[in-house]
């Protein structure tokens, strides 16, 4: 008689493939972008206080900070640190 897979067993499988595949798509950064310190620096250059998150992500780095005492969410260029757009975190 075949073994068959518990159905609770066969779901936390599942779960933990997912998991793992969705790891292996992070982003890194590219071997030609600003390290993450030269990225926050640029950043206060334009106006940044403090950056509170700052991750690579679709080929430029995303983060937030605070400017002008607001927190905001940015996109900023991955070779020069310019924002490339922003908005307020609501």
Do not use: N
């Amino acid at each position: 008689m075949p073994r068959t897979a518990h159905p609770l067993r066969a779901a936390a499988l599942t779960i933990v493939l997912l998991a793992v595949s969705g790891m292996a798509r992070a982003e890194v950064p590219g071997a030609d972008w600003l390290t993450p310190a030269q990225t926050k620096q640029a950043l206060k250059s334009a106006g940044y206080s403090e950056i509170t998150k700052l991750e690579a992500d679709d080929g430029h780095w995303d983060g937030e900070g605070i400017k002008d005492g607001r927190r905001m969410r940015f996109d900023a260029d991955p070779k020069t640190g310019a924002i490339l757009g922003e908005v307020p975190v609501e």
